[in-house]
């Protein structure tokens, strides 16, 4: 446990993280995560935020070392997608017993597992994640991983970041000091060149970073790795030859994009591909970084000029959105980036913003959310359930854009919702990502249901005729409901 | 009788189960006014939670203890004390049902005396409302055992214990995990058809139904009464459905006298025949005319489906009682059941699958033995197995995250049955292949061996 202690500690020590800058050190010790109320918490684990971070490489067998409801409940239930390899959506788990537990067989059962996934799957690696009863009974993970890694020649990477370590977001942390301490830096490419670059923090949820690849190939940048979203093990082992990096989820993997820096010269910067302003930033900070390491400045210009003619053609689509969407109020309720990088363009066709969450934001989110709002009581740290549902129950919202965790208050308070986290159906990174969020929002909106859900039953709006009849004769009242469904919408 | 193969694997490939924590959650959210609890660390319940509400597309009350590395090091009584107190202040269950995991099951805490413990410190905070525990570690059992296990909980914990004056008409019934909410519903009118008057424990049909409330609830909201478990003593007559609930009632007849007559599935003629002379006859009345249409609405669907059903190979995978129920309605229709597999050795419902063979396992399992198969029956984690098989899936079990419903299907008696063949023939028509004249050629593969 104790290089697990060592870990945590480093992790909450994060000088790229302004939040982080900011706290004395004994609160920084503490971490960014705030103690958990027994009986009142929200929230994932350090595993299921390790997994989250890592799961998305799509060659890797990911092998969890676990009784059964780690992995059990929680296989093949994100949105990323693969350009090719499915492994990664196959489940594996050593599915502990008690007989296991008290038997002490789980270092066996695990080096075992690792051996029937070797000659079955033959995959490039396996990750294998501890959890609380593995940490718990000390199954040393390193040392297995070490010994299969020698055995069978293939990478097997430990990834130590147990539930009972704390919250999702440490475990994304510790994800990420797996992936330095094993993976990247450990194969050559044979091809390095002036325009690679890493992305950090895509998920490819929806296939949304498809929307952006190509503009990048278009101006002749070549994606070395984009961590974790549709990434095969070769390409992040090999990430440490890029030349730039950005880095998209900035609480997710921050460390990640400071470290490569500090090992490996790259520079990175935090941008966001949500939001067209925003996406013509990324292109620009991208290739700027790539100039400053060398590459042809003519790319400067070539870059401009596909902003120019990209733009044009997203606010031309985004107009003729203008006139129904005009005037329209969005409650944004979710963490980070997501929620100023798509204010902008929302505003710029007429939506107002009735609130935002600031949660998971930085100091300078804040800022830019303060400017946009004019407003500070629109931001609201969290909401709880019932607050949410009064406001949306009243209409003081058009719509809801959040994540699954709340989408339920919305529906209930019978007030149009739109998932913009991670199990969302719809791609809205980059310009055409932008567009399609617009669409979504109006389709959303324009739903014909809404009208016909809020309209009370005609029965309940009739309270002369509920009185004239007796309760037994139910029939009868039915077939009176039938004259009243003529004058129905009068209620 | 069917030969149980046990797992012989090291990794589990895609899980068959769900964990028996989440079962046990699942029978508490049949409750009304109920909050259940995870004695664990906050992962455990995120997991189940996120599953649940995939399944059910509802917000589901789900709570967690929120253990911690302190906690895990030192004991974690005091964040199962700030939680029940928590629950109490916050959202004013009747129910606060606690469902131990791995982590502390592993640790060996002494659940129950931390409870009595906290009920006796608080009695008066937390008056109205009843705190009862069911042990289960994730790394034993599945839905069913949880479900199971839970059930005997509130029943040993809220029913009030002694021989009762008996109501003549009232039938305590004790439903199976694998039961819909549109079975219940069913069964429930079914029941009270004869005159009877029913009482459903745990009733998911009255909270898991999926509902527009006019106000922002916390808790469960609809599902059985505490009131209803306090006095399930009082009635005549105990149902239970499923192998896995013999257990609970047991419980019931030891603590009140209460006789159960058990069902092991209640889909297929002769099953629900056994059922509906049951009702008749603890109610004395006869069967209604509309059952019985029902019933020979069920002989035409057999007359009609049994030519899909004939000599096609059916691959299942599923809890115990839930397999047993699946593969005697396809093996009852004339299907072959090419795989069986399930996750526990211990039901003794097993050996009653009409399969040659039973195997413990997994979805990897079933993918290895269902090559060649027409149809594969489990849950939407079934999907990449029938991608990469060609074959089709029919969805049913828990979860189904990836299609709309699942709980308004029926399963059960005459019209359930009914829906099912019509389901399966349907699935069978839409999967045809059309005779080509290289597949038919009778000199293909043709070859004198011996």
């Known amino acids: 446990m104790s290089s697990l202690s ?6 909450f020590d994060e000088p790229a993280c302004d939040k982080n800058r900011g706290k004395d050190a004994k609160a920084r010790k503490e971490g960014c995560s705030k103690s958990l109320t027994p009986g009142a918490a929200a929230g994932g684990c350090a595993f299921d935020g390790a997994k989250i971070v890592l799961q998305p490489i799509t060659d890797v067998a990911h092998l969890v070392h676990a009784p059964l409801a780690c992995e059990g409940n929680s296989w093949d239930n994100r949105g990323a997608v693969s350009s090719g390899p499915t492994l990664w959506r196959t489940s594996f788990t050593t599915d502990l017993t008690e007989l296991d537990l008290v038997m002490g067989q789980g270092e066996r059962k695990l080096f075992k597992a690792i051996r029937e996934i070797k000659h079955t799957y033959a995959p490039p690696a396996i990750f294998v994640y501890s959890t609380c009863v593995t940490a718990l009974i000390g ?55 002036p325009y690679d670059i890493n992305i950090l923090g895509e998920f490819n949820l929806s296939g949304e970073f498809w929307l952006v690849k190509p503009l990048l190939d278009r101006l002749g940048i070549r994606v070395r790795a984009c961590i974790p979203g549709d990434a095969r093990y070769r390409d992040i082992a090999s990430a440490h030859r890029a030349r730039a990096a950005m880095m998209v989820c900035s609480t997710a993997l921050i460390s990640l994009a400071r470290k490569m820096e500090e090992r490996w010269d790259i520079p990175f910067f935090e941008g966001s591909f949500y939001g067209i302003s925003d996406t013509s930033q990324a292109l620009r900070n991208l290739v700027r970084l790539l100039v400053r ?70 100091v300078q989110d804040k800022e830019r959310i303060k400017q946009v709002l004019k407003h500070d009581k629109h931001m609201f740290e969290s909401m709880a359930a019932s607050e949410l549902y009064a406001m949306l129950s009243e209409h003081r919202a058009d719509i809801m854009l959040s994540g699954g965790r709340t989408q339920f208050i919305a529906l209930k308070a019978k007030t149009p919702w739109l998932d913009i986290n991670q199990e969302r159906q719809h791609p809205y990174a980059g310009y055409d990502g932008m567009v399609e969020l617009v669409r979504q929002i109006d389709l959303a909106i324009h739903n014909p249901i809404w009208s016909q859900v809020r309209q009370p039953a005609p029965w309940d709006c009739q309270p002369e005729l509920i009185g004239e009849l007796p309760c037994t004769r139910n029939e009868t009242a039915y077939l009176f409901d039938e004259f009243a469904c003529a004058t129905a919408h009068e209620c | 009788m069917a030969r149980i193969l046990p797992q012989s694997k090291s990794a589990a490939v895609n899980p068959l189960k769900s964990s028996q924590p989440l079962g046990a959650a699942f029978a508490f959210l049949g409750v009304d006014g109920a909050m259940p609890l995870f004695h664990g660390s906050q992962g455990c319940t995120s997991f189940a939670l996120v599953l649940l509400v995939r399944h059910f597309k509802e917000a589901i009350p789900l709570q967690t203890t929120a253990m911690d ?20 202040n916050r959202t004013k269950p009747t129910l606060i049902g606690v469902c131990t995991t791995a982590l502390v ?24 409302t009843e705190v009862v525990l069911a042990n289960t570690p994730d790394f034993d059992g599945a ?44 069964m429930r009118d079914m029941v009270e058809s004869f005159g009877l008057k029913p009482v459903i424990l745990p009733d998911i049909s009255g909270s898991l139904d999926g509902t527009v409330p006019d106000r ?37 007849l030891g603590l009140t006298g209460v006789p159960y007559v058990l069902f092991q599935s209640l889909t297929g003629l002769q099953d629900t025949d056994r059922f509906v002379s049951l009702l008749s006859s603890i109610s004395g009345a006869a069967v209604p005319a509309r059952v019985r249409r029902r019933r020979a609405q069920l002989q035409d669907a057999m007359l009609d489906g049994h030519f899909h059903f004939g000599g096609k190979k059916i ?20 299907s072959e059941i090419a795989a069986a597999v399930t996750t526990t050795d211990r039901s003794k419902i097993l050996k009653k699958v009409p399969a040659v063979s039973v195997q413990i396992g997994d979805l990897g399992d079933l993918e290895s033995l269902a090559v060649g198969a027409d149809l594969l029956v489990t849950h939407s984690h079934g999907r990449q197995a029938s991608e990469r098989l060609g074959i089709p899936l029919m969805r049913i079990g828990f979860p189904v995250f990836d299609r709309l419903g699942s709980q308004h299907k029926l399963a059960i008696l005459y019209q359930g049955t009914r829906d099912m063949i019509f389901e399966v023939a349907s699935i069978f028509q839409a999967n045809q292949h059309a005779p080509t004249p290289e597949a038919l050629d009778p000199l293909r593969n043709r070859e004198i061996s011996r």
């Open chain 2, 315 to 334: 691959a299942i995978a599923a809890e115990p009682d839930q397999l047993f129920q699946l593969a005697t309605f396809f093996a009852g229709l004339g």
């Open chain 1, 293 to 362: 390491k060398g590459a042809d400045p003519e790319i400067l210009e070539r870059t401009e000029t596909l902003i120019a003619q990209q733009e044009a053609i997203a606010w031309k689509k985004l107009e003729s959105y203008r006139q129904r969407l005009q005037g329209k109020r969005v409650l944004l309720n979710t963490g980070g980036v997501k929620s100023w990088s798509v204010v902008h363009a929302l505003m710029e066709i007429g939506i107002e913003i009735v609130g935002t969450s600031i949660k998971k934001s930085t």
């Open chain 2, 216 to 252: 922002w609830v916390a808790t469960t909201y609809g599902g059985t009464s505490v009131e209803d478990i306090r006095e399930l003593g009082t009635a005549m007559r105990c149902i239970a459905i499923g192998e896995h609930m013999r257990r609970p009632a047991k419980a019931l």
């Open chain 1, 139 to 193: 199954d040393d993970i390193e040392a297995v991983c070490k010994r299969a890694t020698e055995k069978f020649g293939l990478a097997v990477v430990p990834i130590n970041a147990p539930g009972l370590a704390g919250s999702k977001n440490l475990g994304n942390k510790l994800a990420a000091e797996a992936l330095l301490d094993h993976v990247i830096g450990t194969v050559e490419p044979d091809d390095p060149g």
């Open chain 2, 69 to 88: 590395e302190v906690a895990t090091i030192l004991g974690a009584a005091d964040h199962l004390e700030e939680a029940i107190l928590n629950l109490k």
């Open chain 1, 6 to 11: 060592a870990k945590i500690k480093d992790a």
């Open chain 2, 105 to 128: 099951e592993t640790r060996g805490e002494d659940c129950a005396g931390d409870i009595a413990n906290i009920m006796r410190k608080h009695t008066q905070q937390l008056a109205g």
């Open chain 2, 143 to 186: 839905i069913e055992e949880g479900w199971a296990k839970a059930v005997t909980a509130m029943i040993e914990g809220i029913t009030r214990s002694g021989e009762r004056a008996r109501h003549p008409k009232k039938i305590a019934i004790l439903p199976g995990c694998n039961l819909s909410v549109a079975d219940i519903e069913h």
